[in-house]
């Protein structure tokens, strides 16, 4: 937003419009290599490669688009609206919380199906999650049935790389929203009202995973074998047992950050055989990974701890 | 988009200002023993701030969270849906998969850690001792405070002990501290219960006896705010129930639900389905007595001699609007539609708003009870002749024989109906109370209805000019 407000000064000095111009264009050249770099070398697995940014970039069109149409329905979007899409796309994108979240979801997609390939390891439906569906206990069964009915959808769209925008954690939908709204030309005020109305949190996709991996109890530990669980239900357990958010227990699950899931199971509480079984199911481990039979849970959990405010320093 | 709601734990609703104003018991249970009253600002922080934020961007939430009681760990999801502002401006609590749980901490030493600061923040008084446990310093924080403070300007390194009395205590004094620490004490000049902590100030190494003490004095309840209304003129025996009986009964009810409720809803295990149900009966056996308990003592309080209302302007829309906000969970459980007619500021009473209020949400919650699931409720107010104007709900329940109307607002009547929501709750004294309500505000309450026909009910109030 910074760069924004810089811009809109530097044009009311003409002479300055030309030297930010060239500022900008210059600092774009001297990024383009290492990203290039960086996209080029990890051919394989990275946690960010080409299909991640399409699905990044797919989402917030999709996103975007929504806000466009403001709860009209996207068939109310004219062909002619595509210059006030991208510049909403644009909006979108600097939102740092929002991009986090983005890409998480662009990475658990992709980490799904490189899992179905590997281990024939459903994504929607795993065979933990059949047991739930089949659970005595009844809340937990009824909201086993949602979270499926949820993953199903949440696979589908991932595949058209969409993302509705009802399906956002309450803050990032209200700044979506509030990106919407302060369009230069306002869309319907009563349908982005209606789109307020009708939110709620608790039907989202990864609301209904905590409600079920809240309402399993002390079963949550069944989440910890990776083979059963599946990664959403995985990284949804590995979060409430570690005490780390969900979405780094989903980059942990990614082959680059397998140092950081041996610390999450072992915040979870798991012993070193425990973690080599699922490490192997993961991502290989290095030779590092007696070290860990070293660190005790409540050490494990301090270092993520340490882990994340590094993380949002840099951020 | 509507879940099924068959495994929430627990509800609660909130208003503007984020008070509690209803709760299940469990909800009420840790309300209370996170140090709230029911209704009464929300006093779980977890919950508080959840709230605050589901209030702010006007979005529902559903977040997991888990509180500390005191005891134990709790522990569950919550969904926060925020009411717009015709609705009061509040929040829905639906708490879902309740769990309690041993506090996690890490060792008992981390507690005794946690409930010393607690102890050291919520003490009003705070003393520093010598090895002989004589006082060397003394803090007071609250006004009743000060007649200890006084007396040991009297007596300068008196011993702790003989100027605050410790009545569970006989020995003579000083006694080892380990026996004297957490005993109850009474501190002179204040009419509180008090708790007395001795915390030793160790020498460096430890092992020896203490260099010296802390030592915190704890109300165990706040200080009585001044009365801001004259007290009324009643004899003091005329007041039993709502002066001595309905705090003393309050709590061993609520603990009755309570532990009722954690059988029924098989919190501390499974059990034969059988037990759950008696275990309801018993739940509701004790919300039933809790009810007639304030009713018992709202009754006493209506009845007194001197009983008198304020005289305010009342706007009646906006009445039966809040009243219709506080009922709307339990009217959505029936699928029982409220309708207010009017629009706020057209119909201005001269009564007492809270008193207004609580005739609406007894009439309104009776016309609940009696209609038929999936029926509507109808509240309009309206300008009558000679200078009054009215608030008439109208349900479309089975109504009420001729005969019966005559006697329906006589003491423990029981309106005479079954009730359509299941077991009848009621006292016998909500449409009674409520008439004299009427009647002190200048008022009347009266009711048309004909079998088969649905009940009428009509508040008269004088017009405010």
Avoid at chain 2, 431 to 455: F, K, N, P, T
Wanted: aromatic share 4%.
């Amino acid at each position: 937003m910074g760069t924004f407000s810089a811009d809109h000064a530097a044009q009311l000095r003409p002479g300055h419009l030309l030297a930010a111009e060239l500022a900008r264009s210059q600092r774009a050249a001297v990024a383009t290599l290492p990203v290039l770099r960086h996209l080029l070398a990890s051919d394989g697995p990275s946690l960010v490669s080409e299909a991640v940014v399409a699905r990044v970039r797919g989402m917030l069109r999709d996103l975007a688009t929504q806000l466009h149409a403001g709860g009209r329905g996207l068939a109310a979007v004219s062909e002619h609206a595509a210059p006030e899409i991208d510049a909403l796309v644009v909006q979108l994108g600097v939102h740092e919380a929002l991009l986090a979240h983005i890409h998480t979801l662009a990475l658990e997609s992709q980490l799904a199906e490189r899992f179905e390939q590997r281990l024939s390891l459903d994504p929607v439906l795993s065979p933990l999650l059949q047991e739930l569906i089949a659970s005595d206990d009844q809340a937990v069964a009824e909201l086993a049935m949602n979270v499926l009915a949820a993953q199903t959808r949440f696979m589908q769209s991932q595949r058209r790389m969409e993302l509705p925008l009802a399906e956002l954690p309450a803050d990032l939908f209200r700044t979506a929203l509030q990106i919407g709204a302060n369009r230069d030309q306002p869309g319907s005020p009563a349908g982005l009202a209606a789109l307020m109305a009708s939110y709620d949190e608790a039907a989202t996709r990864l609301a209904l995973l905590e409600r079920l991996v809240v309402a399993m109890r002390r079963a949550v530990v069944a989440c910890l074998a990776f083979d059963r669980a599946g990664l959403a239900l995985f990284a949804q357990g590995l979060a409430a047992l570690a005490g780390m958010e969900r979405a780094g227990a989903i980059h942990a699950c990614h082959e680059q950050q397998s140092p950081r899931l041996a610390l999450g199971l072992r915040a979870a509480g798991l012993d070193l055989a425990g973690i080599e079984r699922q490490m192997l199911l993961i991502a290989a481990p290095g030779g590092w990974l007696a070290d860990i039979a070293e660190i005790t849970p409540q050490q494990a959990r301090a270092r993520l701890g340490e882990l994340d405010a590094i993380a949002l320093e840099r951020g | 988009m509507e879940q099924a709601e068959s495994f929430v734990a627990a509800r609660g609703l909130t208003d503007e200002r984020d008070r509690l104003l209803i709760a299940d018991t469990p909800l009420a249970l840790l309300q209370e023993r996170c140090g709230g009253s029911l209704p009464g600002t929300l006093a779980i922080p977890e919950l508080l701030e959840q709230v605050q934020h589901a209030r702010a961007i006007g979005l529902r939430i559903a977040r997991a969270f888990s509180a500390f009681d005191g005891e134990d760990m709790i522990s569950g999801f919550v969904r926060i849906n925020p009411r717009g502002i015709e609705a009061g401006g509040g929040c829905e609590l639906l708490v879902e998969s309740w769990q309690r749980s041993p506090a996690a901490f890490a060792s008992s030493h981390a507690l005794a850690h946690y409930l010393d600061a607690i102890d050291r923040a919520s003490a009003e008084i705070t003393l520093r001792l010598d090895a002989r446990q004589h006082v060397q310093t003394i803090g007071v924080l609250s006004a009743d405070g000060a007649g200890l403070a006084d007396a040991l300007a009297a007596q300068p390194g008196a011993l702790w002990s003989d100027l605050i009395a410790l009545p569970d205590i006989a020995h003579r004094r000083p006694l080892h501290w380990r026996l004297l620490d957490g005993a109850a004490c009474e501190v002179p000049g204040s009419a509180r219960n008090w708790r007395a902590r001795l915390m030793p100030i160790a020498e460096y190494g430890g092992g020896r006896e203490p260099l010296g003490f802390e030592l915190l004095l704890i109300a165990d309840e706040p200080l009585a705010e001044e009365a801001a209304l004259p007290a009324p003129a009643t004899r003091e025996d005329s007041r039993l129930f709502a002066r001595t009986l309905t705090p003393a009964l309050r709590q061993p009810l609520t603990r009755i639900a309570a532990n009722a409720e954690t059988i029924r809803a098989r919190l501390a295990g499974p059990l034969h389905q059988d037990y759950c149900h008696y275990a309801a009966t018993i739940a509701n056996a004790a919300q039933h007595l809790a009810g007639l308990l304030d009713d018992l003592a709202d009754l006493e309080v209506v009845e007194a001699p001197g009983f008198t209302t304020l005289a305010e302007e009342v706007d009646l829309v906006d009445a039966a609007r809040k009243a219709v906000g506080i009922l709307g969970v339990r009217a959505r459980d029936r699928r029982i539609a409220l309708h207010v007619a009017g629009a706020d500021g057209t119909v201005l009473a001269r009564a007492e708003f809270r008193r207004v209020l609580q005739i609406l949400i007894n009439l309104v919650s009776n016309a609940i009870a009696y209609s038929p699931e999936g029926s509507a409720v109808w509240i309009s107010a309206v300008t009558t002749e000679n200078e009054r104007v009215a608030v008439i709900v109208r349900d479309e329940g089975p109504g009420i024989s001729a005969e019966r109307v005559l006697r329906i607002f006589e003491k423990f009547e029981r309106l005479g109906r079954d009730s359509a929501g299941g077991s009848d709750k009621g006292s016998g004294l909500g449409l009674y109370i409520a008439r004299l309500l009427a009647h002190a505000m200048g008022g009347d309450l009266s009711v048309i209805s004909r079998e088969g026909e649905g009940a009428s009910f009509m508040l008269e109030l004088p017009r405010a000019d």
